[in-house]
């Protein structure tokens, strides 16, 4: 069963369209890079994949679920079950501690639980920093905060937009890495996107949002040829 298949999907902002036809699915595990220019919808995309926003038309299944057929109640315990999301804007909620901010999603899924909060602290590399406040950190920890807050439930699905958009080529570097390994080791599916061709590189898939829809790229067997992506088919 796919974690995430969304068919058909459309949406438009009054006769202005965003983006349609998209046809989307995620096997467990899959990591896949989600590339587009700016504006092209990306966000759009991954709030509708997530529920948050309606989409035109089409639909999105998530762990199997019909978001559809959930009211708004049925959608937000979906989410809380089976998805981190990691923000462009990293949301991380400015009067709640950093050890707060992680331990989010397990106190609204009545699970508290301090020792993974702390866990995961340590795997982004703020084990250190539980108490301190979000205004007390620079802009790499917040986002590393967002990254440690979307994985601690191990969800099925991350969707994980520009996670590194807002970092020096090293610090980005290093905050990848991190996301890519903890999804890795929990196993979870994660769309990533990103304007990086390095990262882009790193995932099982690549999928092009444009006016066009969405295009799947093939990731070239020989990167060392400079060019990552090789056949381009237009699926949508
Ligand atoms: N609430 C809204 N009402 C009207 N138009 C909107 C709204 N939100 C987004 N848009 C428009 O939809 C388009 C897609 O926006 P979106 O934020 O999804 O792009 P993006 O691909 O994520 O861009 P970026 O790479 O800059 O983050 C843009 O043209 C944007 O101006
Ligand atoms: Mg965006």
């Given at each position: 069963m796919s974690v995430l298949e969304a068919r058909g999907l459309a949406k438009s902002y009054g006769s202005t369209p965003v983006f349609s036809g998209i046809d989307l699915c995620l096997q467990a595990g899959e990591l896949v890079a989600l590339l587009g220019e700016s504006g092209s919808g990306k966000s759009t995309l991954l709030n509708c994949l997530a529920g948050l926003d309606e989409p035109s038309a089409g639909s999105v299944r998530l762990a199997g679920?019909?978001?559809?057929?959930?009211?708004?109640?049925?959608?937000?315990?979906?989410?809380?079950?089976h998805l981190g999301f990691v923000f462009q804007a990293f949301h991380v909620l400015p009067h709640l501690t950093v050890a707060a901010n992680v331990g989010l999603p397990l106190l609204l899924l009545k699970r508290p639980d301090p020792q993974r909060v702390q866990e995961m602290l340590v795997a982004v590399g703020l084990g250190d920093l539980a108490a301190r406040m979000p205004r007390q950190l620079s802009g790499g920890q917040l986002q590393r905060v967002a990254i440690a807050r979307a994985l601690v439930h191990r969800?099925?699905?991350?969707?994980?937009?520009?996670?590194?958009?807002?970092?020096?080529?090293?610090?980005?570097?290093?905050?990848?890495?991190?996301?890519?390994?903890?999804?890795?080791?929990q196993g979870s599916a994660c769309l990533l996107v990103t304007h990086s061709e390095r990262a882009a590189a790193r995932a099982d898939r690549c999928v092009q949002l444009s006016e066009q829809g969405i295009?799947?790229?093939?990731?070239?067997?020989?990167?060392?040829?400079?060019?990552p992506f090789t056949d381009k088919q237009v699926l949508a």
């Open positions: 679920a019909d978001m559809a057929a959930l009211n708004e109640g049925q959608r937000a315990l979906l989410r809380r079950q969800p099925a699905l991350v969707l994980a937009d520009e996670p590194t958009g807002n970092l020096d080529a090293r610090n980005a570097s290093a905050v990848l890495d991190l996301l890519l390994e903890q999804v890795h080791a295009a799947e790229h093939r990731i070239a067997e020989h990167p060392r040829t400079g060019h």
